[in-house]
């Protein structure tokens, strides 16, 4: 059987014209035809998971809201919580200031392995993915290093030694989902990396799993989790770190 | 206003507007470190933490996610959903305060 892997016939491309604006939004879902024109069902089922996965931190940081406000016991204070002692004095959430500026760097490497990937420098590309696995590490290191302070300092899930036993469980809830995304994500820009130094996407070699040419619009998928991992945890730094 | 014809194919675009993203994102996040560490409090707290924040999502979605460049369609398939999470954090307030009040009557003291 002939391999329907050359993902244009999936796209909807024979779609009548496009509009633009409302005109064009009503006319894509008014007809028996695919509705997310111009993107590849790949991209389009990418963001529906982020859709899924948007809620998923969204019901978090809603118990997360309604175990502290619903506390009689005050909330420990993060600005001290996560102070480190640096040459004596304590530094106020330098860590998580760190983890934050490490993970956005690693969204703008993606962001330019995207942009390479495009040109079709798969090297750039390759070593750019890299780049952003290596951040991403160590982000999950940094974490690694935060939850093992706190643990030693006597957090657990139903205690803490400053106030409100809440603290513990939406901590280690929120953060470790957020480093598990994370470390997939690591683990899958390994792999994609992997694809895209060998070559796969310029010489059309189908994938072990599919059976079909990847392309480096693949990249740009990959890429759109990795942003997503990063915007997720701009919302747990402001609800979670500062509030 | 998006040369929406241009991009139709890919999402490719110039390296300057990526990197002149990540400088914007880099300063953000510098800002609400600020807020905590000169220690702003209150109303202007909250309203600074929430400004960067959305700031920041707004960014990191328009540009890296290359939403901005996207169909309405996609846009409000995937960033109005969203918006329920607020009817719901409305809902968990109201609960939240009875939760309170209900502590308070009856546990006083918070023990």
């Keep these: ?243 | 206003m998006t040369d929406a014809t241009a991009h139709a194919d890919t999402q490719h675009h110039p390296i300057k507007l990526y990197l002149a993203v990540w400088g914007w994102l880099f300063v953000l996040s510098a800002c609400s470190y600020l807020v905590d560490y000169i220690g702003v409090q209150g109303l202007l707290r909250w309203s600074l933490i929430i400004l960067f924040m959305m700031l920041k999502a707004g960014l990191i979605v328009a540009f890296f996610m290359h939403m901005k460049w996207e169909r309405l369609t996609l846009i409000y398939a995937i960033l109005l959903p969203p918006l329920l999470i607020l009817v719901f954090v409305g809902i968990m307030i109201y609960e939240a305060n009875y939760t309170l009040l209900t502590r308070v009557v009856h546990f006083a003291g918070g023990a």
């Design chain 1, 1 to 243: 059987m002939e391999h329907l892997a050359d993902d244009r016939v999936m796209q909807g491309h024979t779609a009548p014209p496009k509009m633009s604006g409302w005109r064009g939004f009503v006319a894509d879902w008014a007809s028996d035809q695919g509705a997310f024109k111009g993107v590849s069902w790949g991209k389009a089922m990418m963001w529906v998971f982020l859709l899924s996965d948007t809620f998923v931190f969204g019901c978090f940081l809603v118990a997360y809201m309604t175990a502290r406000m619903s506390t009689v016991v005050p909330w420990p204070n993060p600005s001290e919580v996560f102070a480190l002692e640096i040459g004596g004095t304590s530094v106020p959430l330098i860590l998580i200031a760190i983890m934050t500026f490490v993970l956005i760097s690693s969204s703008g490497t993606m962001a330019l392995a995207v942009h390479y990937g495009y040109l079709r420098d798969r090297r750039k590309a390759g070593l750019l993915m890299l780049l952003t696995a290596f951040l991403g590490a160590c982000f999950v290191g940094m974490q690694a290093f935060e939850w093992t302070k706190l643990i030693h300092e006597g957090v657990r899930p139903w205690e803490n030694p400053w106030g409100a036993p809440q603290f513990g469980s939406t901590f280690f809830m929120i953060t470790g989902f957020h480093g598990t995304h994370v470390t997939f994500g690591v683990i899958f820009l390994i792999i994609m990396a992997r694809k895209v130094l060998r070559g796969d996407f310029d010489d059309g070699r189908r994938g072990f799993f599919t059976s079909r040419k990847g392309r480096y619009e693949s990249v740009e998928i990959m890429g759109l989790y990795w942003h997503f991992v990063d915007l997720v945890w701009v919302f747990i730094f402001a609800f979670f770190y500062l509030w």
